[in-house]
């Protein structure tokens, strides 16, 4: 069984320019969830979707920031105009319900802005 | 809690010896927690977890024990192994909750470097 497959693993974008992350769910998966990590920090919550819905973005800039998880095909993490800022580490984790059941995290983009 | 970007502190051991990486979670309320492993240009990969209404939890080699009291949680690896170098961050699952998810708050994170 496919783990949680996050494409690209490295990302490269220069200042004011738009990175499309993607996120590929394991298999029966219907819960997403998005998270940013800066270097020697821990995850931050960003996002959570289900299938054709976003559930709780509390997490994510109000601006700039956007993800879907459309019915067919990947979750997309967008992330418009970026600067320095954005450069992290992005990751994504699946889990087949709700609450607490454990997440499985894919390896992550990492993104430079230069 | 939050992390503020200091350098993660690090618990050196020597092979063979156990190991106790300790967390303190930020709301009481938290009633799920997860210990994550973290090695280098990976994602996290979990442990073992926990849920509020327990106070210890073993899986092979992994100890985690709970103190609601204080709001601690540690995880003990028995018999540390070069493998078990990594970054460890613990994770609470903090309501309210209105939409049943399992967004996880992480702590700040220990290296834990394993000398042969």
């Known amino acids: 069984n496919a783990g949680v497959m996050q494409n690209p693993r490295h990302l490269v974008r220069r200042r004011g320019q738009e990175a499309r992350l993607r996120c590929s769910p394991m298999?029966?998966?219907?819960?997403v969830y998005w998270y940013r990590q800066l270097p020697e920090e821990g995850l931050k919550f960003m996002v959570y979707?289900?299938?054709?819905?976003?559930?709780?973005e509390s997490g994510m800039p109000k601006e700039r920031f956007s993800a879907e998880f459309p019915k067919e095909g990947p979750s997309i993490l967008r992330i418009q105009q970026v600067v320095r800022g954005d450069s992290a580490a992005y990751f994504c984790?699946?889990?087949?319900?709700?609450?607490?059941?454990?997440?499985?995290f894919g390896q992550g983009t990492r993104l430079t802005v230069v | 809690g939050e992390s503020v970007g200091l350098h993660l502190p690090t618990l050196s051991v020597q092979e063979g010896d156990n190991s106790i990486i300790n967390c303190a979670y930020s709301?009481?309320?938290?009633?799920?927690f997860i210990w994550y492993k973290q090695e280098s240009g990976k994602g996290p990969q979990f442990i073992i977890d926990?849920?509020?209404?327990?106070d210890k939890r073993q899986g092979q080699r992994v100890t985690v024990l709970l103190n609601k009291t204080v709001k601690h949680l540690s995880l003990q690896i028995a018999a540390t192994q070069p493998g078990d170098s990594a970054v460890y961050f613990c994770?609470?699952?903090?309501?309210?909750?209105?939409?049943?998810?399992?967004?996880?708050?992480f702590g700040g994170g220990t290296r834990l470097m394993v000398k042969p």
């Open positions: 994770a609470e699952n903090e309501p309210p909750r209105n939409n049943a998810g399992n967004m996880l708050t």
């Open positions: 298999k029966g998966h219907s819960h």
């Open positions: 984790a699946s889990s087949p319900l709700g609450g607490d059941t454990e997440a499985f």
């Open positions: 709301n009481s309320a938290s009633d799920y």
């Open positions: 926990i849920r509020s209404n327990m």
């Open positions: 979707l289900q299938k054709e819905n976003i559930i709780d």
